[in-house]
């Protein structure tokens, strides 16, 4: 008997805690940059590809970067380049003569042509501060979002869903996209000379002398205004299977309304030989396909048996609904085709009320892998499957048009997702569009990965990149949206995953709003600016250490002058460790550091800020990742100070109970009168260390607010307990009253943590032994454990 799939997927109850998570609805917003400060980035000697000629445009850019020193060339092959200007397709839909759906496919081909040309040097490169690709696109300056954009070329969406994907096929590619008005294009020359050469915002736009971006806000649906029950009649493109069967199957049987659902494949006839299977028969009916087709190249028994599996899921879905009383009809129809779509609609046209263009293609492979063909494919369906639609249906009476996009499009996608990025943002800004010239609301839904529902082949890579969006949950806010009737873009959005590279980190704004801050934002404060970049291997980076954004700055000094307390230096090390992780994305968690080497002259500041060159590199150490970073003064030469420590990660191979002693020379400093090192107290809270009978030291640790040590609108959370460590750090610098000792470089065996701060901290010490052991107040559980720092009457 023919098994009909009528359950949904797996529910957030079926999977693994951190696989399937709350979304927030987001809508993003323009917000005002900063003016551009200081002189434009240098671009004596780039070599630059500017790609496009459009009504003299490019021959006007081409001399503006030439004036300020660039190599410009027009073509490629040609060389190695290190920045490719993208101009796209400038002129508005309405000049071209094979009409706006196709205006992409040419200029596409040619930005795809150069990636590739480039590609080897590119992807091979390490410095972050090399490549650069800039892509225009025309909307009116505000990114299609300001309510005076007149949207003139919508399709330059689709390079900027390419440009913020790029980072996953070349991780130091600086990518940014500009929009202005095709009015403005007199102004581009400058504006080009004066982004280009710069890492930062991914998206800017220019409009009314304002640089802009896009910021995320967390907004709710708005109120039902849209009715649906049996008299209404739904299409959905590409509704025959996956998600698009689900919201079919959910509408049909909660609001009783006819719904057709469409693929490119003749409905089954019922004659096949796997027709009527269930699913354990047709697993056997696949294994006799191998076994048939031995000798065959697999790949061709791959795609028949994926092309079966197609079709009887298909005929499933529709004959079971068929059965269940649902409303549910096939028809088949490539939407790419106008031909097809018009006969469709001549058919089913009169009747519908809605639409939800579901169609979609994923080529999941680098871009040296695909094929033009692969690359056409998969943005047309969205593209030209939307303008079909559109253009049949603009003046028809629905109550709505819903695009079922992607975040690949809004936040960049996968590694190789390049094209199918670039159709969901082509594919959300050609709907802004529509929806300034249709009498019905149009509406792209941007959502994350489904749960194990929908085109992704590998549901566990995805994970790496954001949390999976429960069906259930999201049929309910797909359903709230369609009865809103709500307009524009509107994302989806969990918290992020590991993936997350500093390019993303830089391109995009990070607000509170956005879930998952609290564990993502500390990651990106401490980044730094990156100056070389290997991915899952090494990360150099500058960190700058201001005054007047880290007050706790001001609270320690190292013979008179304020400095960087410790405790800082080795949080700044943990967060930056986070960006240098396995190929693989375990899950990992900080178990100690070890052989901590600091030389005191390091820690003195040079002014209201100083700039550290900070060096993190990650290896395997039999099952146990360990992360190597450094600290030193980029002016300071090779012989110049230098901290160093490591990251250890659980789960791994157990250490050793006795701290390693890292083999270096030190010596001691005692002094009277003002100590060497002074705390003032004013933002680490100052324990009072009591000295207990048997030797040992012990004290109440308060800790220190994250407000207390960052004067930041965000403020990051910590890693470790900066008041316990902190505090041992100076009980283990002070002999006694009056008298103190200074032991440089200042050496910790180990660091080990075990839970979070939960209040205050009870602290007690062995100097003798050199363990200091920090436990909660509140819960008894252990925080932190240092082990391997001579107390204050101790050896050094």
Not at 276 to 301: C, F, H, I
Not at 638 to 660: H, I, W
Not at 733 to 738: H, L, S
Not at 757 to 767: A, C, F, L, Q, Y
Request: charged share 25%; with cysteine; glycine share 10%.
């Amino acid at each position: 008997m023919l098994s009909p799939l009528t359950t949904a997927a797996p529910t957030a109850g079926d999977a693994d805690d951190t696989a399937v998570q709350p979304m927030t609805r987001m809508v993003w917003q323009l917000t005002n940059l900063p003016p551009r400060t200081g002189a434009p980035a240098p671009l004596t000697g780039m070599r630059v590809l500017l790609l496009g000629d459009e009504d003299g445009t490019a021959t006007a850019v081409e001399r503006a970067l030439t004036e300020r020193g660039a190599l410009v060339r027009r073509r490629a092959p040609g060389g190695a380049v290190d920045a490719i200007v993208d101009l796209t397709v400038g002129r508005a839909p309405e000049r071209h003569t094979t009409g706006p759906a196709e205006a992409w496919r040419e200029p596409l081909l040619r930005t795809v042509g150069a990636l590739r040309e480039t590609y080897d040097d590119w992807a091979a490169e390490t410095s972050a501060n090399r490549l650069f690709y800039l892509a225009v696109t025309y909307l009116g300056g505000g990114m299609g979002h300001h309510p005076q954009d007149d949207l003139a070329q919508p399709l330059g969406g689709i390079w900027a869903g390419l440009a913020k994907t790029l980072h996953r096929e070349f991780p130091n590619c600086n990518a940014r996209v500009v929009d202005i008005a095709l009015s403005a294009l007199d102004e581009l020359p400058g504006i080009v000379a004066a982004e280009l050469g710069r890492p930062g915002e991914l998206e800017v736009g220019y409009r009314d002398g304002q640089r802009l971006t896009l910021t995320p806000a967390a907004r709710p649906p708005g109120e039902p205004v849209v009715e649906l029950g049996p008299d209404d009649s739904l299409l959905i493109s590409g509704g025959g299977r996956g998600i698009g069967w689900e919201l079919a199957r959910t509408l049909a049987e909660r609001h009783g309304l006819r719904v057709v659902v469409t693929g490119r494949e003749p409905f089954p006839t019922g004659d096949e030989p796997w027709y009527g299977m269930d699913e354990a028969e047709l697993k056997v009916y696949e294994k006799q396909l191998w076994s048939d087709n031995r000798g065959r190249p697999p790949a061709g028994t791959r795609r028949d048996i994926a092309r079966v599996r197609r079709l009887w899921e298909l005929a499933a879905n529709v004959t079971g609904a068929r059965a269940r009383g649902l409303r549910i009809d096939y028809a088949r129809c490539d939407f790419t085709d106008p031909d097809q779509v018009r006969e469709l609609l001549a058919r089913e046209g009169a009747a519908l009320t809605g639409v939800v263009h579901n169609a979609g293609v994923d080529t999941a492979a680098r871009l040296p892998k695909k094929t033009d063909d692969e690359v056409l494919a998969t943005v047309r369906t969205k593209i030209e499957g939307f303008a079909n639609l559109f253009g049949e249906l603009r003046d028809h009476p629905l109550k709505f048009f819903c695009n079922v996009g992607s975040l690949t499009g809004r936040l960049g996608g996968m590694v190789g997702q390049l094209e199918y990025a670039a159709a969901n943002e082509g594919l959300a800004r050609l709907g802004r569009w529509a929806g300034r010239r249709a009498g019905f609301p149009v509406m792209t839904l941007a959502w994350p990965t489904w749960d194990r529902i929908g085109l992704i082949s590998n549901f566990s890579a995805t994970l790496r990149y954001m949390a999976a969006i429960d069906v259930a949950d999201g049929l309910a806010k797909w359903q709230a949206e369609l009865r809103a009737g709500s307009e524009g873009e509107v994302t989806f959005v969990g918290p992020l995953g590991a993936a997350i590279d500093p390019g993303q980190a830089i391109g995009y704004p990070i607000v509170p709003d956005l879930p998952g801050f609290t564990d993502t934002f500390p990651k990106i404060y401490h980044l730094g600016e990156a100056v070389t970049y290997r991915p899952h291997s090494r990360m150099v980076s500058r960190v700058t250490f201001d005054r007047e954004r880290a007050p706790v700055l001001m609270d320690f000094l190292m013979d008179g002058v304020e400095a960087v307390p410790v405790s800082l230096l080795l949080e700044s090390a943990v967060r930056g460790a986070e960006w240098i992780v396995p190929e693989d994305f375990p899950a990992l968690r900080v178990d100690c550091l070890e052989e901590v080497v600091v030389p005191l002259e390091l820690l003195r500041l040079d002014g209201p800020t100083t700039v550290w060159e900070r060096e993190i590199s990650g290896a395997r150490e039999g099952r146990t990742w360990v992360v190597e970073v450094s600290f030193r003064r980029p002016d300071d030469g090779p012989d110049g100070p230098r901290a160093s420590l490591r990251v250890v990660y659980e789960p791994g191979d157990a250490r050793s109970p006795a701290p390693p002693r890292p083999p270096v020379a030190r010596t001691t400093t005692w002094s009277s009168g003002p100590p060497m090192l002074r705390w003032r107290s004013s933002v680490v809270p100052a324990a009072a260390w009591t000295q207990l009978p048997d030797g040992r030291w012990s004290a109440e640790v308060r800790p220190c607010a994250s407000n207390d040590l960052w004067a930041t609108p965000s403020v990051p959370r910590t890693a470790l307990a900066v008041s316990v460590l902190e505090n041992v750090v100076r009980l283990c610098a002070k002999a006694r009253e009056g008298l103190s000792v200074a032991v440089d470089p200042l050496v910790i065996g180990r660091v080990t943590l075990h839970s979070p701060e939960e209040g205050n901290s009870v602290v007690e010490g062995d100097p003798a032994l050199g363990v200091w052991r920090a436990k909660s107040v509140v819960s008894g559980l252990p925080v932190l454990t240092v082990s391997g720092f001579a107390g204050p009457l101790g050896n050094g």
